[in-house]
């Protein structure tokens, strides 16, 4: 069973930025491709970003596109997403995601593990 544990989430002003990690309770390795979704209140969880399992390759959502970056270090178990720039619209629960496989996908039923997730909140 793997375990992802967020961090780094909280209240940022618009135009800030905040940085979430994701640590795995098992080594991730470049056999796991990795993702980000977030959820606001009424909606459905949607995709952020996703990250091969090499680090090689990445899709982001239109919505976050040159705004948002994500990053691992396999050897510290851990995956980022870096946000800039944040938009009022960007306030949400944002979930870490791991997949059985390598390669990066947007779907969240490609994916096996998630974590609890952590509040991002960006005010005016």
């Known amino acids: 069973q793997v375990q992802l544990v967020e961090s780094g989430g909280g209240l940022v002003q618009a135009g800030g930025s905040l940085r979430l990690s994701c640590t795995a309770s098992l080594r991730t390795s470049s056999s796991n491709a990795m993702g980000w979704f977030r959820q606001a209140p009424g909606k459905e969880r949607e995709f952020v970003a996703a990250?091969?399992?090499?680090?090689?390759?990445?899709y982001y959502a239109d919505s976050v596109l040159g705004r948002f970056t994500i990053s691992r270090a396999n050897a510290k178990n851990t995956v980022f997403l870096q946000m800039n720039s944040l938009e009022l619209e960007d306030t949400a629960v944002y979930y870490c995601?791991?997949?059985?496989?390598?390669?990066?996908?947007?779907?969240?039923?490609?994916?096996?593990?998630w974590g609890q997730g952590t509040q991002v909140t960006v005010s005016s």
């Open positions: 995601a791991a997949r059985y496989t390598s390669g990066p996908a947007r779907g969240r039923a490609e994916y096996a593990y």
């Open positions: 990250i091969s399992g090499s680090g090689a390759t990445t």
